[in-house]
């Protein structure tokens, strides 16, 4: 097994061009799982993690109501943000600048083959990420993603999951609110689940700005230690 993790750090990258990367690789992925099962001689599969700001968009999962997109066209382009639709599980999503996405493109065999498992140690990554910056971060039952007080009236979301999976190989992934802009999140009903508000890292510690790099030191170093991985640039 390969427990070593590239690591490519996109900065600002355009979420079509992303999702193409990260179809490239998963797709190299799962060829290589095949070609190794006709062969005695295996290679062993790579695994990624990519970190990503993109410019405004909305993306609708392959389940995902489109109603719960709450302006038309023309009005996302006044906001110059874009729209698409893709085959991560899920309803909508925002994502945008001062917001660090994560896409691990992992070979599950490599680790542990349970989905359960694997949605869950993304959220204890962002969790144990916020007990740094003591916020107490939660999971809500029934509700992808990680959340802040859950159960009461100002329960909030401040990490959105989605994740596809084929052969035991990873696609999309976490989308960490740090600096968000969280006006945009007022143009669709996130993750179609209504009365449901959305917050940011900025806003809970009350600062104008969070280190982001900083940030990505702590996901990164609970993402190493949650899949006893290897990281490497």
Not at 84 to 101: A, C, E, L, M, S
Not at 150 to 159: D, E, M, N, S
Not at 188 to 206: F, H, Q, R, W, Y
Not at 215 to 233: C, D, G, M, R
Request: hydrophobic fraction near 40%; charge should be negative; include cysteine.
């Amino acid at each position: 097994m390969n427990k070593r993790v590239q690591l490519q750090d996109l900065g600002l990258r355009d979420y079509k061009e992303t999702w193409d990367f990260q179809e490239k690789l998963f797709k190299e992925i799962i060829g290589l799982k095949i070609k190794n099962r006709r062969e005695d001689d295996k290679a062993a599969t790579p695994n990624y993690l990519l970190l990503v700001e993109h410019p405004h968009v909305y993306t609708l999962g392959k389940s995902g109501d489109i109603d719960n997109l709450l302006v038309n066209e023309s009005q996302l382009g006044e906001k110059g943000a874009t729209f698409y639709k893709i085959n991560r599980g899920g309803d909508i999503t925002y994502h945008g600048p001062g917001q660090i996405v994560g896409y691990p493109i992992l070979d599950l065999d490599n680790f542990f083959t349970d989905i359960h498992k694997y949605l869950r140690f993304l959220e204890e990554i962002v969790i144990l990420t916020l007990a740094d910056y003591g916020i107490e971060a939660e999971r809500s039952k029934g509700e992808t993603g990680v959340w802040l007080d859950v159960g009461t009236p100002f329960a909030r979301k401040i990490c959105a999951m989605g994740v596809r999976a084929s052969r035991w190989v990873t696609m999309h992934g976490f989308a960490l609110n740090v600096n968000a802009d969280l006006g945009y999140f007022d143009m669709m009903i996130p993750c179609g689940i209504k009365g449901k508000a959305v917050t940011s890292l900025n806003v809970e510690l009350g600062k104008k700005e969070v280190d982001m790099d900083e940030v990505k030191q702590k996901l990164l170093k609970h993402f190493s230690q949650l899949f006893e991985a290897e990281i490497i640039n």
